[in-house]
């Protein structure tokens, strides 16, 4: 043995040698899990949602933008799973086309629209400025990663 029998002062360093390879295949597992169930679970959705338009013989504008998202949602793990980093400007694409969304839902139900489509364009907007500094801050700062990987 290269650390010499088991003793009191280095029985935490071997245990830590033993323990950390089964705990970094159980967080590997449990995070490949983890991908396909939320990537199954979008698919699952995606075509519920379709399915519920052929049933309604149209897809409205609403109907669209929540495909887009499920389109988003899937990308976002299909990139997740091959870099194994989060592409924030997803998350945030995301936001922007569920405010539109629900802002069209608002403008379509409510007969006369009040502040909170204000509010609603507002955080789409926030959103878009977010997309904006992320850009470019990777463009200025890149990582060693790459673009993808903010």
């Known amino acids: 043995m290269p650390d010499g029998p088991l ?19 159980l967080s590997e597992a449990f995070h490949l899990l983890g991908l396909f169930a939320i990537g199954a679970a ?6 519920a949602a379709f399915l519920g338009m052929i049933e309604k013989g149209r897809a409205s504008l609403e109907d669209l933008l929540l495909l887009f998202i499920y389109l988003e949602i899937g990308s ?11 592409p924030v400007r997803f998350l945030i694409y995301v936001g922007i086309t569920a405010l539109t969304r629900h802002m069209i839902v608002v403008v379509q139900t409510e007969a ?35 673009d993808e990987a903010t």
């Open 7 to 25: 003793t009191r002062a280095n029985a935490p360093r071997r245990l830590r040698a033993f323990v950390d390879p089964i705990g970094g295949l």
């Open 42 to 47: 979008t698919v699952w959705a995606a075509a």
């Open 76 to 86: 976002m793990v299909g990139i997740y799973f091959k870099t194994n980093h989060m």
């Open 112 to 146: 006369a629209p009040d502040i909170g489509i204000l509010i609603l364009a507002s955080g789409t907007l926030v959103m878009a400025l977010a997309v904006l500094v992320v850009r470019f801050a990777s463009h200025r700062y890149p990582s060693d990663r790459g």
